[in-house]
């Protein structure tokens, strides 16, 4: 069926206004992507791990979830969302449920990168039929901007802050969209939103209905913690997209597909000039951290187009 933003954007909205999540976050735009992706007739249940998207959605006794939700700690966010679809599927069996439902995990960096990394790779491992969609941020944002190992190196960040002893995040991202293809799972997908959404959207829709263990991870930049203007949302992702620091692609039972190609790859420094916790690498005598940045993102690149060329 061919992609079509209208009709995508007439579904109704399943996380509703009236959150309280910063003008120019790209936690909510993710969110409302994914459950769009939803067939308006199947039910969902949601469990979320603590962070600014839990905060920001769930204040008892107000919520701006229209499905079934799950407020859970950081370790077993996906634990927790794995025992609700083993339950259903037995429920379901005993001819105890009718209605299909579907089962989805959202995560901020710190509780998927970090926190919850045993759980999500068990939940993987054993196969349950669900999501699990991490909203990298690049940090724990909800307590105050400090670092995880989803942040790049260099970010000036609460527990990383540049100054004489250092300067910004000494280690690079972790590269955790790798872990979750590891682990042989059915469907893994990076992206974000940029355009028209369709990578997004059809990313989302094929990890929620393709049967078994499926993992989205989705940039999702945030204002306050990368020092951007608000408005700058939807440029920031694009220069992340189009230098390659961010590359949209999928492993699809095992084959790797890129999903976009950048026209023209631009430098790392274009990306990084657009936020606040970079700064510092603009400096003179600095030089050297944005040329370590572009090796980086190089390296990372090219082994992703070779396996996008050998699968
Ligand atoms: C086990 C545990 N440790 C620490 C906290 C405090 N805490 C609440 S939200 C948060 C930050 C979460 O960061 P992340 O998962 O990246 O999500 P974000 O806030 O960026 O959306 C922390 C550390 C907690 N609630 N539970």
Not at 178 to 204: C, W
Request: charged share 20%; aromatic share 10%.
């Amino acid at each position: 069926m061919a992609y079509n933003l209208k009709q995508e954007l007439s579904k109704p909205e399943r996380f509703a206004p009236g959150h309280r999540l910063c003008a120019g976050c790209g936690c909510g735009i993710t969110v409302r992507a994914v459950l769009r992706a939803l067939n308006p007739e199947d039910k969902a249940v949601i469990a979320n791990a603590t962070g600014c998207l839990e905060v920001s959605s769930f204040m008892y006794p107000y919520t701006a979830w229209q499905d079934s939700y799950i407020h859970t700690a950081f370790e077993n966010a996906a634990a927790t969302c794995g025992g609700v679809e083993a339950a259903y599927r037995v429920l379901r069996r005993k001819g105890k449920i009718d209605d299909t439902y579907k089962f989805i995990t959202f995560g901020g960096d710190g509780g998927t990168y970090d926190i919850g990394l045993q759980s999500l790779s068990g939940a993987m491992e054993r196969g349950h039929d669900m999501v699990y969609v991490c909203y990298d941020n690049e940090a724990y944002m909800n307590t105050g901007i400090q670092r995880s190992s989803a942040t790049p190196r260099f970010a000036d960040s609460t527990t990383t802050p540049v100054g004489s002893m250092q300067q910004g995040k000494g280690q690079n991202k972790k590269d955790l969209t790798e872990i979750m293809v590891a682990h042989g799972i059915p469907y893994v997908a990076q992206t974000t939103f940029i355009g028209n959404l369709r990578d997004l959207h059809e990313k989302s829709r094929k990890a929620i209905y393709t049967p078994g263990a499926a993992f989205l991870n989705v940039l999702s930049p945030c204002p306050r913690g990368w020092r951007y203007p608000a408005e700058m949302i939807a440029s920031v992702v694009k220069a992340a997209v189009d230098s390659c620091v961010w590359p949209m692609f999928e492993v699809d039972h095992g084959q790797y597909r890129l999903t976009y190609e950048p026209r023209r790859k631009l430098p790392v420094a274009d990306y990084m000039k657009l936020q606040g916790r970079f700064a510092h690498c603009f400096k003179s005598g600095n030089e050297w951290m944005l040329e370590a940045a572009q090796q980086w993102v190089d390296q990372k690149w090219e082994a992703l187009l070779e396996k996008c060329s050998n699968t």
